[in-house]
């Protein structure tokens, strides 16, 4: 059975940080890239970061850049996105998303359910 699953979100406070995790299982995750992406209530989803797993070549949005980092461990092929100096507007379900070599301009085949994370003043 093909899997993503997050961890990691909670509840802080604005300027904390976070360390979210995405496990993907029942796929060959080395032929893909992991993205990361946001959605806030009444907004539309947006891209967060994104790595490919091959070659380890990273991406970012203009929204979060310079406050995420993005990486990968072997282990479990886990794919970490560190977020820090967070923002009440950071406040959002994240979502680990998985699609062919690629970062961009392919279709995201396999998607997690979230993980909550929320930031107050």
């Known amino acids: 059975e093909v899997q993503l699953m997050e961890s990691g979100g909670g509840l802080v406070q604005a300027g904390g940080s976070l360390e979210l995790s995405c496990t993907p299982s029942g796929f060959d995750v080395d032929t893909y890239a992991i993205g990361w992406f946001r959605q806030a209530p009444g907004k539309e989803r947006e891209g967060v970061a994104c790595i490919v797993i091959s070659d380890g070549a990273t991406s970012y949005s203009d929204s979060m850049k310079g406050r995420v980092t993005i990486s990968s461990a072997s282990a479990k092929n886990t794919v970490y996105l560190h977020l820090n100096s967070l923002r009440p507007e950071d406040t959002a379900f994240y979502h680990c998303?998985?699609?062919?070599?690629?970062?961009?301009?392919?279709?995201?085949?396999?998607w997690g359910h979230g993980t909550r994370v929320t930031v107050s003043s």
């Open positions: 998303s998985a699609t062919k070599w690629a970062c961009h301009g392919g279709v995201y085949d396999y």
